[in-house]
């Protein structure tokens, strides 16, 4: 099946440092979201991209459309605690409307 | 802010039991999925629901489970026979148009004892 690759696995980071993850695939995807999951939580939507090189920003957050149409990047400026959580990138291809999920990356602030 | 909402928290049951997993979806919202999540490990598409009637389904859905939309507002999910391995965390999830975005509640955690 289909398979999203997504990077690091996990990411000790300190407070107030940038942090970037990224997804890619042998497959073209039509849409690329970004999730946010809580333990004990459902995903929460941070980012929708839906055109190859779109760049979108929300707050502190900024992900981009692979002009290739096979990755995306999610960057996180000036982390802060509440960061700390499950970040999954997914992606949506042309023929079919299921979410295809990467293994997501943890990350961990150090205290 | 309008937002997917599913019943029960957690639901414990025994092999071989039947289950079933309730969602209200977001009130406008046309498309209906399920997911599961084995702890620790990424989500996995069920189904998709669209115009009462299943749109595309996953191996994984097989002809153990089934869906329903009952009413106006909810959209179930039916376990027969419980196995073991359907030990999960199961989310619901709704989308406006079918296109990209999907909206998730906070999920059934379901245990198979």
């Known amino acids: 099946g289909q398979q999203l690759n997504q990077s690091p696995q996990s990411m000790f980071i300190q407070e107030g440092e940038d942090v970037s993850m990224n997804c890619t695939s042998s497959?073209?995807?039509?849409?690329w979201l970004w999730y946010k999951q809580d333990p004990g939580e459902g995903p929460v939507l941070l980012i929708a991209?839906?055109?190859a090189g779109e760049l979108t920003s929300n707050g502190r957050l900024t992900a981009q459309f692979g002009i290739t149409r096979k990755d995306s990047f999610l960057n996180i400026s000036a982390s802060i605690p509440s960061d700390v959580g499950i970040y999954f990138c997914?992606?949506?291809?042309?023929?079919?409307?299921?979410?295809?999920w990467g293994a997501g990356t943890k990350l961990i602030i150090k205290p | 802010e309008p937002e997917v909402t599913q019943t029960p928290s957690h639901q414990v049951t025994q092999m071989g039991q039947e289950v079933i997993l309730r969602c209200v979806p977001i009130?406008?919202?046309?498309?209906f999925y399920w997911y599961r999540q084995i702890l620790g490990q990424k989500v996995e598409f069920l189904v998709s629901?669209?115009?009462?009637?299943?749109?595309?389904k996953s191996e994984i859905f097989d002809d153990q489970f089934s869906v329903e939309r009952p009413d106006g507002s909810n959209f179930t999910l039916k376990i027969r026979s419980t196995k073991l391995e359907d030990s999960a965390m199961y989310f619901c999830?709704?989308?406006?148009?079918?296109?990209?975005?999907?909206?998730f509640g906070p999920g059934t955690r379901l245990t198979v004892t």
């Open positions: 999830a709704s989308s406006p148009s079918g296109m990209g975005e999907q909206y």
């Open positions: 497959s073209i995807f039509n849409t």
């Open positions: 629901f669209y115009n009462n009637e299943i749109s595309e």
């Open positions: 991209l839906y055109k």
């Open positions: 009130s406008n919202h046309l498309y």
């Open positions: 997914a992606g949506e291809m042309d023929s079919n409307y299921q979410l295809i």
